[in-house]
């Protein structure tokens, strides 16, 4: 388990069913500690859900009833005004728990086996939960006719072909949800993620990580991981050393890039 839970939270439509905010984007309130993201509905409402501690400082336990409202004017002041049932959303709706399934084998034999969420669960953060289930179903799908019916041979190999993707899935939603809450509000990953951005749409061969985990089916969650943070640590490296990214020699980045 993480030792943060989640709550949802709400913002409507403005008067006119209108987005109150940017409607293409993910939106998030970084703390270093907690934070809030608001992702839009169809209606023109956010919803919101709030990243806690479950105990200690600025946590669950803490904010009650009296100190909600002076929690979110101290921390997320520009959300109050378009959130009308603050309060109340934050008593009545539950706290939810995060965490992580990492077992093995997934499989008695030729008996049963494991699939999605039952042997890797991982938290929200890459978006890749679903995906990660239905990627077992093909895979399985492929040992079956490369086996037939001998299900301890399906079964076993299943297992050590999915084994290193989805830890390395796990892994990465994890440190994703760090990222969120403590990087995105630091000047030099703001230029890297800029810097990012900016390779992609200039080089078509250039994958960020998030691309990689996101966009490309051919390429196995354990070598997006490894190769999305050997870029992500040089990027990283090359932002530090720069206050605009425009300063920067793309093509020497991309060919540095493409070495990794």
Request: glycine share 6%.
């Amino acid at each position: 388990w993480l030792e943060h839970g989640y709550k949802e939270l709400h913002i409507p439509p403005g008067a006119g069913g209108e987005f109150q905010m940017e409607r293409n984007a993910l939106h998030i309130w970084p703390r270093h500690k907690f934070m809030m993201i608001a992702l839009p509905n169809f209606d023109g409402s956010f919803t919101c859900t709030l990243f806690f501690a479950h105990k200690g400082e600025n946590s669950f336990d803490e904010i009650s009833r009296g100190s909600a409202m002076d929690f979110f004017e101290t921390n997320f002041p520009d959300a109050i005004p378009l959130m009308p049932t603050l309060v109340e959303d934050y008593l009545s709706n539950p706290v939810g728990n995060l965490g992580t399934v990492k077992c093995f084998p997934w499989n008695a034999g030729g008996k049963a086996l494991l699939l999605g969420d039952s042997a890797h669960a991982v938290v929200p953060f890459y978006g890749q939960g679903m995906n990660c289930a239905f990627e077992d179903v093909r895979v399985l799908g492929t040992l079956v006719e490369k086996h037939g019916s001998d299900w301890e041979a399906v079964y076993t190999e299943y297992g050590q072909l999915r084994k290193a993707n989805t830890d390395a899935i796990a892994d990465m939603a994890e440190e994703n949800f760090y990222e969120m809450r403590d990087a995105t509000a630091d000047p030099v990953f703001l230029r890297k993620r800029e810097l990012e951005t900016k390779l992609e749409q200039t080089f078509p061969d250039y994958f960020s990580k998030y691309s990689m985990v996101t966009f490309r089916e051919d390429l196995p969650y354990s070598v997006a991981k490894a190769k999305g943070n050997a870029q992500d640590r040089l990027l990283m490296s090359i932002c530090a050393s720069t206050e605009n990214i425009s300063q920067i020699d793309m093509a020497a980045v991309i060919e540095r890039l493409r070495k990794l």
